[in-house]
């Protein structure tokens, strides 16, 4: 963290870009448990953790002015960009944090309705494996705030880390609603491009989707 702050430093304006935003949530732990009564209404809350420079999480608030959202980013310089976006918007719908997502189940209780994870850290080498924000590790905090129903979206360019995801969410009783090896191939409707995304289709890669759900039972 201290490598990136010095960075911040290289950026023009970055600090007050970052301490003046309206978007930013400063002090989440306060909120845990109570995120519905930041935005001031009861409606359903998404996140999307490792949300880089908010292409998709600035788009889903904007098409969905019904559903609270929550970027979540561990990185302030790649966070810069991001508000920067945001400048001269107006979308109350939409918060951002900045934080690893190792604190997610602290700052978070049961209180998020779906969780996206876009174009992940892969963490190739095994002994990294626990890194992978669908190791049994992640999910286990995940379990701790989600309402309801667990339902998590991913996409990924990333083979190894598809195949991975779709065994490990499996042995945790996620049953899947939708796998795609080729998002492009059949593409949703109402699909929001992410920055990488961009990138990766722009030059022939395939788009791994998975879209899962674990049913609490609520006998």
């Known amino acids: 963290m201290f490598g990136d702050v010095m960075r911040l430093r290289n950026i023009?304006?970055?600090?007050?870009?970052?301490?003046?935003?309206?978007?930013?949530?400063?002090?989440?732990?306060?909120h845990k448990g109570k995120f519905n009564d930041l935005f001031g209404n009861n409606n359903k809350i998404e996140i999307e953790i490792g949300m880089g420079k908010g292409n998709f999480i600035i788009e889903k608030a904007k098409l969905n002015p019904d559903i609270n959202f929550i970027g979540?980013?561990?990185?302030?310089?790649?966070?810069?960009?991001?508000?920067?976006?945001?400048?001269?918007?107006?979308?109350p719908n939409l918060k951002i944090i900045c934080i690893d997502a190792n604190y997610i189940d602290e700052i978070f209780d049961k209180e998020i309705t779906k969780i996206y994870l876009n174009f992940s850290d892969?963490?190739?080498?095994?002994?990294?494996?626990?890194?992978?924000?669908?190791?049994?590790?992640?999910?286990?905090?995940?379990?701790?705030?989600?309402?309801?129903?667990?339902?998590?979206?991913m996409k990924t360019d990333n083979r190894n880390l598809f195949e991975y995801s779709l065994v490990s969410l499996s042995q945790k009783d996620y049953v899947l609603e939708e796998v795609k090896l080729n998002l492009y191939d059949d593409l949703d409707l109402d699909n929001v491009q992410t920055e990488y995304e961009k990138k990766f289709v722009s030059i022939g890669l395939p788009i791994y989707k998975l879209k899962v759900i674990h049913k609490i039972d609520k006998n």
């Open 72 to 91: 979540i980013e561990k990185y302030p310089t790649v966070l810069v960009s991001a508000l920067k976006k945001l400048e001269n918007t107006n979308l």
């Open 122 to 153: 892969p963490w190739p080498k095994k002994k990294h494996a626990n890194r992978r924000l669908t190791s049994f590790i992640f999910l286990d905090k995940y379990s701790k705030i989600f309402k309801g129903d667990y339902l998590i979206e």
């Open 12 to 30: 023009k304006g970055a600090q007050d870009i970052i301490e003046q935003s309206s978007y930013l949530i400063s002090d989440p732990f306060n």
